[in-house]
């Protein structure tokens, strides 16, 4: 009678089952030496010090690291102030030189700045808006295209959804009073696209007053650290005091591609003195997108820009 053969594949199962366990064992012995050398770490999962959405006692201060274009400007470094709406503060986005250009190159065609009609898309004057101001055409000298760059690297945007470079200037009492910076009728987002950032950026400094408002915004506004040096109007919302060269980047509209209504703001000089007078930059980007600047604002359109 013929033997019965032994199978040899139990030894091969427990040959198998070392391997894995010896490879375990060899993997949590690597993970607790890179936990003792700081190499990794385990996340907190302590509630009791994260930061609250709309907190404002705690704002970020990040650093920006230097470019070609930043030659004869200060310290860099961008404060994320606000997620309802969202806002950014790039403090000396601008040189001194760069400023007293754009303002020496918009004076002789400043002209009564004017607000868009809802119905019909065109320019209308307004009582609601009484500063002036005029457009430098996009790319109109190297100067600009620097600063369209500088935008768009700020931004994330490309430079041809930008609208054309605005300069503004407020004098005593002058003011825009709360509006959208994004369009509320058909021609324009048919035409161009919507308004999706606003870039402001200021090209002089004020005695006092000329902030930017943001009275709809959420949050704890008056624990920003600047709030003893607002004047009154400003405590009305979340406030950025005009600096020159600072930029203040806004979204007009929310990750999902929908309006913002918390990003409705207003300008307004209030002093009677001679020395508060406001020159703003605004571009604004379309979606095409919109960025607008203080002091200056470059306007960007959403249309040819997937939001």
């Known amino acids: 009678m013929a033997k019965p053969r032994h199978s040899r594949f139990p030894g091969r199962k427990s040959s198998s ?30 509630l009791g010090n994260s930061h609250k ?40 986005f601008l040189s001194k030189e760069e400023c007293e250009y754009l303002i020496d190159l918009a004076k002789p065609h400043m002209g009564k700045s004017t607000v868009v009609n809802s119905e019909t898309g065109k320019s209308k004057d307004s009582r609601v808006r009484t500063s002036s101001g005029t457009f430098l055409p996009r790319g109109r000298d190297k100067i600009i295209r620097n600063i369209e760059k500088r935008i768009a690297d700020y931004t994330f945007i490309p430079v041809e959804h930008g609208e054309g470079l605005q300069v ?11 509006h959208y910076d994004y369009f509320m009728d058909e021609y324009n987002t048919q035409n161009g696209g919507q308004r999706i950032a606003t870039v402001l950026m200021y ?11 943001f ?14 040096e607002l004047s009154e109007c400003g405590k009305g919302g979340l406030s950025v005091k005009p600096k020159m060269g ?10 999902d591609a ?23 930059g605004k571009v604004e980007v379309r979606a095409l997108q919109q960025v607008e600047l203080g002091a200056f604002f470059y306007q960007i359109r959403c249309s040819d820009f997937p939001c």
């Open 17 to 46: 089952s070392t391997m894995v366990l010896t490879a375990l064992i060899m993997f949590t012995f690597l993970v607790l030496i890179l936990l003792a050398l700081g190499i990794l770490s385990i996340p907190s999962s302590n």
């Open 246 to 255: 600072d930029a203040l980047l806004f979204w007009n509209m929310k990750p």
């Open 53 to 92: 959405p709309n907190d404002l006692s705690t704002i970020a201060h990040n650093v920006v690291g230097k470019n070609d274009y930043d030659e004869g400007v200060g310290e860099q470094w961008v404060e994320a102030i606000s997620w309802e709406p969202r806002a950014f503060i790039y403090h000396n």
């Open 215 to 228: 009275p709809a915004a959420k949050g704890n506004i008056s624990a920003v650290p600047w709030w003893n």
């Open 258 to 280: 929908s309006l913002d209504p918390s990003s409705l703001h207003v300008d307004r000089i209030e002093l009677d003195s001679l020395l508060s007078l406001l020159y703003l």
């Open 203 to 213: 090209l002089s400094d004020v005695e006092e007053g000329g902030e930017t408002v």
């Open 168 to 178: 503004l200037h407020y004098e005593v009492g002058q003011k825009y009073e709360p």
